[in-house]
């Protein structure tokens, strides 16, 4: 039997995902976060066929490949989801929702100043243990000894998950398939480092699930036409409460100006369209004033964030700031 695999990603989901829905099964959930090549991630599928099993990679190869081998075997228990880790743990998971949650050899992100990009953070594991159910497990494997270290020491400050060695970690785990990346590693001398934690009664840290928040929208009058309101743009940014906006350019059509510009949030990073579309007011409320809206184009799936309407918030500001008589006449906009 084949089966067609719909392509799915974060922002083409609901915050949170009905998982029920989407399989059309209850049944526990077993979550991997960058599944790589998809090993790992399929021989989870058979070896818990009455679980619905997610695995979420930004990178398109290894979700190209997933693809197929799910279609190829014809398992229907599976999902490849393309996200980061972080997006899926704040958006599309509730609290205490997940059975299982695997992470296998994350990228360590040798450079100091790349530390920050590791997977295996303190907001990370608190949104690990906020999202395992009261008897779920946390698993991961590395082969890279420093950070095991440092995931030892994280994991002994999570007091919601209890470490099921008798060690911080062990060098081998029975019962798990050998990926061809460990295989590598075992065959140029690297120890691999395996952890197994269980969810234990410990409250939970409080990581809230992040939703959509409404779209932003605002009208504002001005007597500038398009083309001298691109004429003026120079690229912004701001950066603040954890929230980095860049206004990239500027590109102007015959009644829309689309600005490129980048969004990154704690939770998740948006390259999207914002756009400045042309409306004259049918009664011209003043001679040689037009009416223009502020929006979120809806170009390559965007969600609304707070980071988008900071984003819709900073272009609403350098436009008013153009013209003395541009004036806003309405907004829907969160401007905290």
Not at 13 to 28: Q, Y
Not at 161 to 183: C, D, F, S
Not at 261 to 269: H, K, N, P, R, Y
Not at 307 to 333: C, E, F, M, Y
Request: glycine content about 6%; hydrophobic content about 40%.
């Amino acid at each position: 039997m084949v089966v067609i695999v719909d392509k799915l990603n974060n922002r083409m989901l609901a915050w949170s995902t009905d998982w029920t829905a989407l399989f059309g099964a209850e049944r526990p959930l077993i979550l991997e976060i960058g599944f790589g090549s998809g090993e790992y991630l399929l021989h989870l599928a058979r070896t818990y066929p009455d679980a619905n099993v997610i695995g979420v990679e930004v990178a398109n190869r290894s979700l190209l490949k997933a693809e197929h081998k799910i279609e190829r075997d014809g398992l229907t228990n599976i999902r490849a989801i393309h996200s980061t880790g972080e997006t899926a743990l704040h958006h599309l998971f509730s609290p205490a929702s997940i059975w299982q949650i695997h992470i296998n050899f994350p990228d360590p992100w040798f450079k100091a100043d790349h530390h920050h990009r590791r997977l295996m953070q303190r907001d990370t594991l608190d949104a690990i243990a906020s999202r395992l159910r009261s008897d779920g497990e946390f698993r991961l494997a590395t082969d890279i000894h420093d950070y095991a270290e440092m995931v030892h020491d994280l994991l002994s400050a999570t007091p919601g998950l209890t470490n099921l060695l008798p060690q911080a970690w062990a060098h081998e785990m029975p019962g798990r398939i050998v990926t061809k990346y460990e295989a590598t590693a075992r065959r140029e001398g690297r120890d691999c480092y395996y952890f197994a934690y269980r969810r234990n009664d410990t409250p939970a840290p409080d990581v809230p699930l992040i939703k959509d928040v409404p779209m932003p929208h605002l009208v504002f009058a001005s007597p500038m036409t398009l083309d001298e309101i691109a004429a003026r743009f120079e690229p912004l940014q701001t950066s603040d409460g954890g929230i980095n906006v860049h206004l990239m350019n500027a590109y102007v059509g015959d009644v829309t100006l689309l600005v490129e510009t980048f969004v990154g949030e704690a939770t998740i990073s948006q390259h999207v369209a914002l756009v400045i579309v042309w409306r004259r007011h049918p009664d011209q409320p003043e001679a040689g004033s037009s009416e223009y809206t502020i929006q979120l184009s809806m170009i390559g799936q965007p969600r609304p964030t707070e980071g988008i309407h900071r984003a819709v918030t900073l272009l609403a500001d350098w436009v008013l700031s153009l013209h003395p008589q541009n004036r806003v006449l309405k907004q829907k906009v969160n401007t905290k």
